[in-house]
T-cell receptor
Framework: QQPVQSPQAVILREGEDAVINCSSSKALYSVHWYRQKHGEAPVFLMILLKGGEQKGHEKISASFNEKKQQSSLYLTASQLSYSGTYFCGTAANNAGNMLTFGGGTRLMVKP | NAGVMQNPRHLVRRRGQEARLRCSPMKGHSHVYWYRQLPEEGLKFMVYLQKENIIDESGMPKERFSAEFPKEGPSILRIQQVVRGDSAAYFC???????????FGNGTRLTVT
């Protein structure tokens, strides 16, 4: 069963913050976050592993709550380049990158 | 260092024809994954391969679909007797080891007419 992402879509003004959530009904080993622009390949943002801590990448960070089987992606001081669709992908074990992706969250950043 | 290369970028097939999609992983990557994406939807896992081995094909339809990753040459996803429902973007991704980031190719957009 695929993880549920929320919100489905969000519109921001440049400089505003956003949080994207990913929730699974299964116990998770890892959560992966990718961003995809229209007509392009998904691009890796970060991986969070079971037992791992919150990770950050410039103004994008994420957390992983193993007990709740949830992950959140935090975008701070958004830039126009952040626009795209964000996908979380989950793995129930450490047997490779056979990820189950959520339905995506469409983010649009306006000037 | 070239990224994951997929070809063709666009493929049009009539119902009943065969489609062959190719993927060359990044240099040094021995793990290859195929994902399918329908318009406005997320990616669906199809198959996971290492050189000459299919590790997991649980996401691939049992009929008409097959995949290989030979010792030499690219990975091939083959769809026989295509139907309209096969129309989608097919993405290949590679990684050097398990639990490392996936590097995606630009995809092959298959249209079945």
């Amino acid at each position: 069963q695929q993880p549920v992402q929320s919100p489905q879509a969000v519109i921001l003004r440049e400089g505003e913050d956003a949080v994207i959530n990913c929730s699974s009904s299964k116990a998770l080993y890892s959560v992966h976050w990718y961003r995809q622009k229209h007509g392009e390949a998904p691009v890796f943002l970060m991986i969070l592993l079971k037992g791992g801590e919150q990770k950050g990448h410039e103004k994008i960070s994420a957390s992983f709550n193993e007990k709740k089987q949830q992950s959140s992606l935090y975008l701070t001081a958004s830039q126009l380049s952040y626009s795209g669709t964000y996908f979380c992908g989950t793995a129930a074990n450490n047997a490779g990158n056979m990820l189950t992706f959520g339905g995506g969250t469409r983010l649009m950043v306006k000037p | 260092n070239a990224g994951v290369m997929q070809n063709p970028r666009h493929l049009v097939r009539r119902r009943g024809q065969e489609a062959r999609l190719r993927c060359s992983p990044m240099k040094g990557h021995s793990h290859v994954y195929w994902y399918r994406q329908l318009p406005e939807e997320g990616l669906k896992f199809m198959v996971y391969l290492q050189k000459e081995n299919i590790i997991d094909e649980s996401g691939m339809p049992k009929e008409r679909f097959s995949a290989e990753f030979p010792k030499e040459g690219p990975s091939i996803l083959r769809i026989q007797q295509v139907v309209r429902g096969d129309s989608a973007a097919y993405f290949c991704a590679s990684s050097p080891i398990e639990d490392s980031p996936l590097h995606f190719g630009n995809g092959t957009r298959l249209t079945v007419t």
